[in-house]
């Protein structure tokens, strides 16, 4: 019994490890040339496509793949249709692929948190608050008219404020921020 537990720790300490790893890699290369890179993103994925069959079996393979296009999606439709980058959308994709439904949930949550902190701490810092708050308005008319109402392509992108005018952070960042939040309350509350 006890050697299933001691089995268990260990691979979450190599599957968090690994996460946290290439979280941080993502943000020191976005707040360096504010790109992740494919090289990094590509990869990590693969691992991850080999990790969690080994850790879960078939049944670990479908859970981050699921979890994979979880995390992936929000960052694809901001990536699409909001200007943001589509590193971001890769490396979310790679994260669920290691860490499975459960503490991918958790991991999104947190990202998100730590994104809205920063964006709100990166706009009161260079005086975009105003237009910030009125671009994140928009944005989320177009996701709720995008998911529940009958907007075509063309009607959505429209209503989209210009990519041009909105500012943009280093998100490789709160997603990192998000990861360490997120491994931290899993470990703390044993979840």
Aim: hydrophobic share 60%; net charge positive; with cysteine.
């Amino acid at each position: 019994m006890w050697m299933n537990a001691l089995w268990d720790h260990d691979l979450a300490a190599c599957q968090w490890g690994a996460v946290i790893g290439a979280s941080l890699a993502a943000a020191a290369c976005d707040l360096t040339s504010r790109r992740i890179p494919n090289l990094l993103t590509g990869p990590f994925f693969l691992a991850g496509l080999v990790w969690a069959p080994l850790a879960g079996g078939l049944a670990g393979l479908a859970d981050g793949l699921a979890a994979s296009i979880l995390l992936a999606a929000p960052f694809i439709f901001l990536f699409a249709f909001a200007g943001g980058g589509a590193g971001d959308a890769k490396l979310m994709g790679a994260l669920g692929m290691w860490l499975g439904l459960r503490s991918g949930v958790a991991v999104l949550l947190a990202v998100v948190l730590s994104g809205l902190v920063l964006a709100v701490a990166f706009a009161v810092a260079k005086s975009w608050l105003r237009p910030a708050l009125a671009n994140v308005a928009s944005i989320t008319r177009v996701f709720v008219y995008t998911a529940f109402g009958n907007r075509n392509l063309a009607e959505t992108r429209s209503l989209m404020p210009d990519v041009k005018e909105m500012h943009t952070i280093p998100y490789g960042l709160a997603i990192f921020a998000g990861v360490c939040l997120a491994g931290g309350g899993i470990y703390v509350w044993g979840a």
